[in-house]
């Protein structure tokens, strides 16, 4: 079973940070760019950031400079790091591996439930 878990949501008051998770199993990611997206009521889902098997990162405009995308090989896990956080990141976030070769499938984890606020 191929399975990506996310995990470190929660509750956060503006300008604080949160660390979150996503932990892969069934499969070797480390080949896979990996992406974070995030979902809020009533909105369109969005790219938040990307990494490349090579570490290389794209964020969106929103974020830069407040969030960092990393990934531990060993571990099999991509983590976003959230900091100055604003009510306005306040959505569920889901993290994708996106497939190598067309014939390859790309999975979605389940989300995790980001909240910013006083």
């Known amino acids: 079973q191929v399975q990506l878990v996310e995990s470190g949501g929660g509750l956060v008051q503006p300008g604080g940070s949160l660390r979150l998770a996503c932990a892969a199993s069934g499969s070797d990611f480390s080949r896979n760019t990996m992406g974070w997206y995030r979902q809020a009521p009533g909105k369109q889902r969005e790219l938040v950031a990307t990494i490349t098997s090579g570490s290389y990162t794209n964020y969106a405009d929103s974020v830069k400079g407040r969030f960092t995308i990393s990934r531990d090989n060993a571990k099999n896990t991509v983590y976003l790091q959230m900091n100055s956080l604003k009510p306005e990141d306040t959505a569920i976030y889901t993290c994708?591996?996106?497939?190598?070769?067309?014939?390859?499938?790309?999975?979605w984890g389940q989300g995790t439930q980001v909240t910013v606020s006083s």
């Open positions: 994708k591996a996106n497939r190598v070769r067309w014939y390859e499938y790309d999975y």
